[in-house]
């Protein structure tokens, strides 16, 4: 989807200027204007394409919508299947402008190249010190240091929404560390979430075999995903530094500790979102806080609170946001000073006991999902989420 808007403005952008008929002094008037506002509008189309960030979905779906209303006027194409994704979003964005003056879709369409270009330079991405990056890792920063390895996710504009490439360092992370010399191994997320669970983008490029192996493919990477928090060796530890939404939240039943900020909120909105558990808490999330406990969760979407959270044993205890990470660290790293080899061997007792029975329920509820992505349900809620922010 990178430079949608770009790549659209290229393709739609008309080499004409409709001229309406107006009186002379008018016309003369009028045509300063959309001279100026069409110099104006041709600059901004330019810009978007010499844009240094990605301003994302919402806003390449919005640049697209005000461009189309700009050239075209209201939306005057017939609406896509469901299935189709990309140009049902496009479809939507475009939409919901409904009669909008094409001059005041030109003008926001200029306001909103101008707002990118002034923003494209900040970015709250953290940089990692060069010497404690190692080679491949593009959305997770690795350190390790007084035998901890952290593990922190590093996609802050996006919420450390979790995309394909993210899914596959954290198990390239986790692997590492089960061999490094750490003795214990941390979770934990940059910026003010900890994770917004699976990148709903995820869902839009679909490859030449179509939705059908995209869901397969899909399953596969969840399975091997969560197959890696159930095969950790070490003690596990989720330092949640902000709100955890979805897998985030349903792989913490996997987790040895899970400390968290009172600011932390932990949400599954898989019915909301047309899907199923995931992340063994269709097992771990009933044993853990009790089945109804679970339901208001895992199918009623209930959001809870740090504390909550706490009090149904989901979090191991709550920090004030204030002293959270000093607090943490400072317990940390006293434990990563414990012997190594009785830390994993206890964690292995502990976990051995079940470890069969979590791969048997993680590859069951990855095969339900696998039907869930491609149900209406899914695709609403996905069109909904990536089309929320072009209505205007
Ligand atoms: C067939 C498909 C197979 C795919 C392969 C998948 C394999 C594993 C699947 C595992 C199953 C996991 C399930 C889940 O995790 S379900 C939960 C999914 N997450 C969500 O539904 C959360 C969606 N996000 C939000 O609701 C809000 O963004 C949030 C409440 C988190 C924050 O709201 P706020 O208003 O504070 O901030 P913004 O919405 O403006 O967010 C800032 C930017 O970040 C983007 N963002 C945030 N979260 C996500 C996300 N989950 N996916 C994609 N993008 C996300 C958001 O769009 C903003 O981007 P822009 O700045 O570009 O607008």
Known sequence: MAHLAAGLARRWCPSSLQVVNFPVVQLHVSLRAMRASHTEFENAMNQ????????????KLKLYALYKQATEGPCN????????LISKAKWDAWNALGSLPKETAKQSYVDLVSSLNSSSKSSGQVEPRADSKPPGYETLVVTSEDGITKIMLNRPTKKNAMNPQMYHEIMLALEAASKDESSITVLTGSGDYYSSGNDLTNFTDIPSGGVQEKAKNGAILLRDFVGCFIDFPKPLIAVVNGPAVGIAVTTLGLFDAVYATDR?????PFSHLGQSP???????????????KATEMLIFGKKLTAREACAQGLVTEVFPDSTFQKEVWTRLKAY???????MRISKQVIRNKEKEKLHAINAEECSVLQERWLSD???NAVVNFLSRKAKL
């Open 48 to 59: 978007v394409k010499l844009l240094k960030k990605d301003p994302g979905n919402e806003v």
């Open 77 to 84: 194409m017939p609406k896509p299947g469901v299935f189709d």
């Open 264 to 268: 932390a909120t932990f949400h599954t």
């Open 278 to 292: 995931e992340g063994c808490s269709s097992h771990t999330f009933p044993r853990i806080m009790s089945p109804s």
């Open 336 to 342: 990563a000073k414990l012997p190594p080899n009785a």
């Open 377 to 379: 349900e899914c695709m």
